[in-house]
């Protein structure tokens, strides 16, 4: 682009050329996303995806208004759960809407691939508002390296592939159109990006629980500007109608409802929504009264507030009008080092990054954006420093929790797209005047002056020559060299998205013995078998990352999923794994279970089985149940020769070793963690009903008491 203008001026043709960039980039952007449609077929991937994919069949069948009363019985047995008002359903909303119109423009499309199509679709999108973002703090050329980047970047392509059919995947789209429409209102003052901000942040709302992000970003950003005497009256209107608007935007949805007023996250939108009319109000007043009188008001406002602030504060707290409805993830972003429930902590993605999956998922990015931050600190405009106040909170909080890398993703390639941008202007630009410099002829001639004053053509000395032909080649190897770094790039982002983020967890391959590739289809065997061989009422029971695949692709009534609103639910399903068989009988039959499922990676080798998160299952039901439940007894959760007699006694040994050691097993061998403590045993209160190909899961049958009837929900109890 710089070419094009010093070669063509600034016409239409950079601009054209800059669009049919960004059109590229948005086909690179979908393109790539599809390793897993290519490798598999149109598969939903991992756990919450299911039950986005669940709520989007009811919102397409029964309809929006429905949905939003949807009480699923089904789930949580014997709780329930009233959907409509615990999920943010702007996804199911956004590919409900996609489904329609296709279908209205004649294009019969099955809705599971709208739902696979989704993340990729909206993969391009954010990159072309990054390019505008990143355009309106910098320039054209840095925001198509930024668009170019973010196409391809590992820490967004890990939620944005064809089948990560979850919130993340519109959720950073709404997040950077956000915060653009923003940028562009305190630029402009204008009321109309003032009010695309707003319906932007209620889009964002309705998509995922991180907008509790931009609700404290602008905030801090605004007090930021307004400290270092950047106030304007274009900062007032930017804020004021996001701030009105935005909270009520934010009631309308029923997972938020009233608590957008009094939820503490949403405290400092309260406070800087009034220090800016404090602001206003003092600039105003400034104008009328003279130095001596403006300073003994600006004194007694200041202490004012914060006497008032402070009484008011703790009188708020003491009656729980403020904090009810914080969660725990988010107090563990404000202090790490907070105590974690346990149930948090068992989650990967909530724990604290690493420099190696910094690397893998930004490359050299993170090398890269402190020196973007350096040149947007240098520019010191209100679009620059709010890319500097996104960096630098984003790195913050992803550091504390991994899953956060992907909002910190769009910031570093944003801040490093422009230090690119920088470096290629400034060493093109070095090297054009060198090479200009190092062509001139001997008789070619400038104007120089006398010592006595009098005009006289001088010719280039050799010298200069030869500092102009250095100073190309030190530009064109600077230029190489960086050349060679995003090449490297391309291939570290392709390579990390077709083997690392393009993999089902329904669907996998494994390495055989003979060296051949084998695909593990055992998840969706045991949900066939499930739908296909249990009663349509049956319940299911089984850790809580498989309850929404079980409800979408068996249909049968679990106990609990990947909601995890219930802590207390999730204790006794563990309390159930870690328990002997005499002892969780009694809690199978009060809570009418039928079958157990579980997850076992001993035959195949697969590391995220049930074994593996047993220690987790223990953990958390020691919390509720530490009568019936201690960690200690279970030593190192070690499944071999020297485990305990309570792990070798418990529920969750039992189901994953039984018939382990026939020829039909591997003898009593578990490939991961080597022979097993115990081999022959028999059950009692439950028995065998179904076992996968690669044993991968296995599904056991509750022995009914003849004489008891089913439970009545009314009478649960443990």
């Known amino acids: 682009l710089t070419v094009c203008r010093q070669v063509m001026g600034s016409g239409a043709f950079p601009q054209v050329l800059a669009a049919a960039i960004l059109g590229l980039i948005c086909v690179l952007a979908f393109s790539s996303r599809l390793f897993a449609v290519v490798k598999y077929e149109s598969v939903i991937h991992e756990f919450d995806p299911y039950f986005n994919f669940r709520g989007t069949q009811y919102a397409v069948e029964h309809g929006l208004g429905e949905f939003w009363n949807w009480f699923d019985d089904t789930v949580w047995y014997p709780l329930g759960r009233h959907v409509g008002h615990t999920v943010y359903p702007g996804l199911m909303v956004t590919a409900s809407a996609i489904y329609n119109g296709l279908h209205k423009l004649g294009f019969p499309i099955e809705i599971r691939n709208v739902c696979v199509f989704m993340a990729p679709i909206f993969g391009a999108n954010t990159a072309i508002i990054t390019f505008f973002m990143t355009k309106e703090a910098w320039d054209t050329g840095a925001g198509l390296v930024a668009a170019a980047l973010i196409s391809m970047v590992p820490g967004y392509m890990s939620r944005s592939v064809a089948g990560s059919y979850d919130n993340e995947c519109i ?29 932007a942040y209620f889009y964002m709302v309705m998509a995922w629980g991180g907008y509790i992000y931009i609700t404290n970003l602008i905030p801090a950003y605004t007090y ?63 104008g009328i009264l003279n130095a001596a009188e403006y300073r003994r008001l600006l004194k007694f406002i200041v202490l004012s507030i914060i006497g008032l602030g402070a009484v008011g504060g703790a009188v708020a707290f003491s009656v729980g009008y403020i904090g009810g409805a914080t969660t725990t993830r988010f107090y563990t972003l404000l202090d790490p080092q907070s105590d974690k429930i346990p149930i948090i902590s068992s989650v ?44 630098m909170t984003s790195a913050y909080f992803s550091a504390i929790m991994i899953r956060l890398v992907l909002v910190m993703a769009p910031a570093a390639v944003m801040l490093s797209a422009i230090a690119i941008s920088c470096s290629f202007n400034t060493f093109f630009v070095a090297r054009d005047e060198s090479l200009l410099d190092a062509k001139r002829k001997p008789k070619e001639f400038r104007k120089g002056e006398d010592d006595d004053g009098v005009d006289y053509d001088r010719p280039s000395s050799p010298t200069q020559a030869l500092s102009s032909t250095v100073n190309s080649l030190m530009a064109l190897i600077t230029v190489f060299f960086v050349l060679l770094i995003l090449l490297t790039f391309v291939v570290h982002s392709i390579w990390a998205t077709s083997q690392a983020y393009s993999n089902p967890s329904i669907v996998m391959w494994a390495g055989g013995g003979n060296g051949r590739q084998r695909l593990l289809d055992d998840f969706r065997e045991a949900y066939r078998w499930l739908n296909q061989n249990t009663d349509p009422d049956a319940k299911i029971a089984s850790w809580w990352d498989y309850g929404y ?58 590391s995220s089985d049930d074994i593996n998160k047993f220690a987790w299952m223990v953990k958390i039901s020691s919390g509720v149940y530490p009568k019936s439940v201690k960690e200690e007894n279970f030593g190192h959760f070690s499944a071999g020769q020297d485990a305990t007699p309570t792990m070798l006694n418990s529920m969750m040994y039992k189901m994953c070793y039984y018939r382990f050691h026939s020829p039909d097993g591997r003898r009593g061998y578990d490939v991961m963690r080597g022979p097993v403590g115990r081999n022959k045993f028999g059950l009692s209160v439950i028995e065998e009903a179904f076992t996968t190909e690669h044993w991968m899961t296995r599904i056991y049958k509750v022995r009914k008491d003849p004489n008891r009837s089913p439970i009545n929900a009314v009478t649960y109890q443990i």
């Not at 701030?243 to 997972?255: A, D, E, R």
């Not at 800087?272 to 206003?280: D, E, H, K, S």
């Not at 219930?566 to 204790?571: K, V």
Request: proline share 3%; glycine share 6%.
């Open 224 to 286: 930021g500007l307004i400290i270092l005497g950047r106030y304007s009256p274009r900062l007032w209107v930017a804020y004021c109608v996001w701030y009105t608007l935005g909270s009520l935007f934010c009631m309308q949805v029923p997972f938020v409802g009233l608590s957008a007023m009094y939820n503490s996250t949403h405290m400092a939108s309260h406070a800087v929504f009034f220090l800016i009319q404090v602001t206003a109000i003092m600039r105003f007043v400034r």
């Open 171 to 199: 959720a950073i789209f709404a997040l950077l159109l956000t915060f653009f429409t923003f940028m562009k209102s305190v630029k402009t003052g204008s009321l109309k990006w003032a009010g695309i901000c707003s319906v």
């Open 549 to 606: 695949q079980t409800s979408a692709m068996a249909g049968r009534t679990t106990l609990v999923d990947n909601n995890t609103w219930n802590n207390t639910h999730i204790a006794t399903v563990g309390r159930v794994m870690a328990s002997m068989e005499d002892n969780a009988a009694p809690i199978l039959r009060r809570l009418d279970i039928d079958y157990l499922l579980v997850v076992f990676g001993g035959y195949v080798g697969y």
């Open 348 to 391: 990967s993605e909530h724990q604290p990054s690493s420099w190696p999956s910094y690397f893998f998922d930004l490359h050299f990015m993170m090398l890269l954006a402190p020196v973007g931050v350096h040149f947007c600190v240098k520019r010191w405009t209100d679009s620059a420093l709010f890319l500097v106040a996104y960096g």
